[in-house]
């Protein structure tokens, strides 16, 4: 009896040890401070960096010479052109709302001519949160967490609508940052055309700018 009490009070421990590991993952809200930050923070630590301001926008277009790329399994689309346009709602946590992601220039894999837009708006905002890439290390990269995600794009052969939960593209901090999604997973709806793959991913790589420098801790 002894030992199955020695045995509880192990698991018991494993489990509030893993609840622990896990809220600290959970919580890493994290601050974004930039060249351009208006308000003094110690923990911005690049030099000549504070945090931003509440409501400071944020704006990233595809990085010159790739595209954006929807890949499924009966067709893929390129689009050379993308914008994704949003506000960052506080500084200190690193909240914030997509309000706006464009597509221009795109084609299938047979040569078609697409659309492709998604349900960004002001009015269907998609919430992002800001996290460090690994808790307790601050060397001003992290992880935009983003939920509320729909899109489409219509070819020739039809129109498939995606949506996801959540995505997590990665932003490399510096003067100029970067958010590189790539391979975002996506689970088709059910009013897309016959045909439609049931996923597909969303890859591309956008460069900051505004703010033009952008560090998250």
Same mark, same amino acid.
């Given at each position: 009896?002894?030992?199955? %009490?020695?045995?509880?009070?192990?698991?018991?421990?494993?489990?509030?040890?893993?609840?622990?590991?896990?809220?600290?993952?959970?919580?890493?809200? +994290?601050?974004?401070?930039?060249?351009?930050?208006?308000?003094?923070?110690?923990?911005?630590?690049?030099?000549?960096?504070?945090?931003?301001?509440?409501?400071?926008?944020?704006?990233?277009?595809?990085?010159?010479?790739?595209?954006?790329?929807?890949?499924?399994?009966?067709?893929?689309?390129?689009?050379?052109?993308?914008?994704? %346009?949003?506000?960052?709602?506080?500084?200190?946590?690193?909240?914030?709302?997509?309000?706006?992601?464009?597509?221009?220039?795109?084609?299938?894999?047979?040569?078609?001519?697409?659309?492709?837009?998604?349900?960004?708006? +002001?009015?269907?905002?998609?919430?992002?949160? +800001?996290?460090?890439?690994?808790?307790?290390?601050?060397?001003?990269?992290?992880?935009?967490?983003?939920?509320?995600?729909?899109?489409?794009?219509?070819?020739?052969?039809?129109?498939?609508?995606?949506?996801?939960?959540?995505?997590?593209?990665?932003?490399?901090?510096?003067?100029?940052?970067?958010?590189?999604?790539?391979?975002?997973?996506?689970?088709?709806?059910?009013?897309?055309?016959?045909?439609?793959?049931?996923?597909?991913?969303?890859?591309?790589?956008?460069?900051?700018?505004?703010?033009?420098?952008?560090?998250?801790?």
């Amino acid at each position: 009896m002894r030992h199955l %009490k020695i045995l509880g009070l192990a698991a018991v421990a494993a489990l509030a040890l893993m609840a622990a590991i896990g809220a600290a993952t959970a919580s890493a809200n +994290a601050l974004t401070c930039s060249t351009t930050g208006a308000i003094e923070n110690k923990l911005c630590t690049t030099p000549g960096s504070k945090q931003l301001a509440d409501n400071a926008f944020f704006d990233a277009s595809l990085k010159s010479g790739t595209v954006a790329e929807l890949t499924s399994t009966f067709d893929n689309v390129k689009c050379t052109k993308s914008t994704i %346009k949003g506000t960052i709602s506080n500084g200190a946590t690193g909240t914030g709302n997509i309000e706006s992601m464009t597509f221009e220039g795109c084609t299938d894999s047979f040569g078609g001519a697409c659309t492709a837009d998604t349900s960004a708006s +002001a009015a269907n905002k998609w919430p992002v949160t +800001a996290t460090t890439t690994t808790a307790g290390v601050h060397d001003g990269n992290g992880i935009l967490h983003v939920s509320n995600i729909t899109g489409k794009f219509s070819c020739p052969i039809g129109t498939c609508r995606y949506t996801a939960s959540t995505a997590t593209p990665h932003v490399t901090g510096g003067e100029t940052p970067v958010v590189t999604a790539t391979k975002i997973p996506l689970n088709r709806e059910e009013v897309s055309s016959f045909g439609c793959s049931a996923t597909a991913t969303w890859s591309g790589t956008y460069v900051g700018t505004e703010p033009d420098s952008l560090w998250i801790y």
